[in-house]
């Protein structure tokens, strides 16, 4: 017991790191009495110290704490993607003007953001469903209150309220789920539902309402219809780096998790179908009911998206399509859906923090956020015109940028699966998401700026250094992938699969 | 009839959880005031707080659904004090918590 226990603890040190990292911040955050950004550099040390760590693991297969976590090599993939989005709120949260005003509270914020890290960090490894809800509610907690950190704003109260409101009941309709899962099965890790459920189970119909119930937690975390309302509200208010993380990270955090948690949980473990595709435990359709979800998710967000006229908000609905474009590897049960979905959330990581880093830029020197007062910021700031431009272009998926490879592997993993339907909707809604895109490169290009403001907007070195790590990546991973792909066929093996 | 409910057995027990989750998402779906939305969110997550022990006490769970019983009502004290806080804030910004009332985001 205490050798087990003690091995465990040699092999928790990133999460161990981020804990002690929290605790520094507190301390410091309590002797510093300047107003900068000391915390946010002690946490982005902790974050790199963690993954250094991290990398030492790598290659490992086990689990540890007695079930409750495991260490594999799907774990610290995902991780390490969690720690990179980290790294990079982190930059974007030091040069925000947003956060000017609440800088007296500058250490609550990276504190936060230090438990959120946690909390998602162990939302990838957990396979105990109590680990499992409380690394869910970890994450949460500090996102609701993060989302609101910019209290003076009425928006940002409100959509903090949101959050809260969305938040909370979805979870605890996950949690009756949870409860309903183990009493049927009697088993609390995902090991035990596996070994429960493996030879057919009576309580179908029970078994098929307690999935529907978990799904409403996972489905609010990655932001698929019909658990999506939050979304947009909640983008719109938060801060930029908050609304960022909350797109990039949670979203990852949430897609491990369901991953995990799915096919651990209910594939049947004896059989792989002809075509070598994992099969599901007799009797829970959970693949069919995600494929409806990714449908109405990729149709409702593009479809809302065209409609906006905030850039946060486009990019709340972009993101929801994007989750649904993304569960569409999840629902095809191989190993080659899984890695394609990996390397669409690598990719996705650079994209997207992009979109929202070059927002955030030009709020904090023109203070808009409306598509509409866009006009002509391309020829004002050049090179973030252009950034921007390669970012949304990659979101859509046109080659020669990173988010072509991204839609080419799971788009040809689902018609390998078969599941044509969905990628002619997928196809079809990558159409129409060109328009919503491109209508923000169409402002900032083919307009003149309006006349009161027509300077050309100067930014730092410092801004255009993160800029240009966001959108070096995004460009390579377009043309070359092969290093990427390789990482993401040697990280789908969970523990006991 | 009489004899069913003397004996209280799983059933009574799930059933009593299902009626109560049933009232926690009604109160979250009907009411205006914030504060009754959270008193529903408690409902919902102490039914499955009773599923939990219940499961604990009838079938063969053993001991692991009373803990998980600790963690629930202890993560339900957290996310209730985050909550009031973020609805006291709400309150100081728009002088109301009714739901109606606070919707400058939509779209």
Known sequence: MVEQTLYSISQFYPEIIITLTLCVIIVTDLLIKEENHTTGWILLGGFVLAGLTLMLQFGRNESVFFDMIAIDPFSHFFKALLLLTGIFIILFSVQSRELNNYMHRIGEYYMLLAGMMLGMMMMVSSSNLLMLFLAFELTSISSYVLVGFTKQTKRSSESSMKYIIYGAVSSGVMLYGFSLLIGITGAVDIYGINEALAGGTEHALLLNISILMILVGMGFKIAVVPFHFWAPDVYEGAPVSIAAILAVASKIAAFGLLIRFFSVSFIDAGGLTESGSWQVVEGIHWNQLLGVMAALAMILGNLTALRQDNIKRMLAYSSIAHAGYILMGVVILAGEGISSVMIYLFIYLFMNLGAFYVVMLFYNKTGTESIEKYKGLGKRAPLQGVALTIFLVSLTGIPPTGGFVAKLYIFGAAVSAGWIWLVAIAGLMTIVSLFYYIRVVRNMYFYEPEETAVKPIRFNVWSNVVLFALLIPTLLLGIYFAPLLEFARNSIHMFGM | ?107
């Open chain 2, 1 to 107: 009839m009489i004899q069913w409910l003397a004996e209280p057995g799983l059933t009574h027990f799930l059933i009593v959880s299902a009626i109560l989750f049933s009232l926690g998402l009604m109160a979250v779906l009907s009411k205006r005031n914030v504060i009754m939305v959270l008193m529903g969110v408690e409902l919902i997550l102490n039914s499955a707080n009773i599923n939990m022990i219940a499961f604990s006490r009838f079938t063969d769970l053993g001991l692991d659904g009373q803990m998980i019983g600790l963690f629930i009502i202890i993560i339900a004290a957290a996310e209730a004090a985050v909550a009031l806080a973020i609805v006291l804030n709400i309150y100081n910004r728009f002088n109301s918590i009714n739901l109606d009332e606070i919707s400058l985001l939509k779209g």
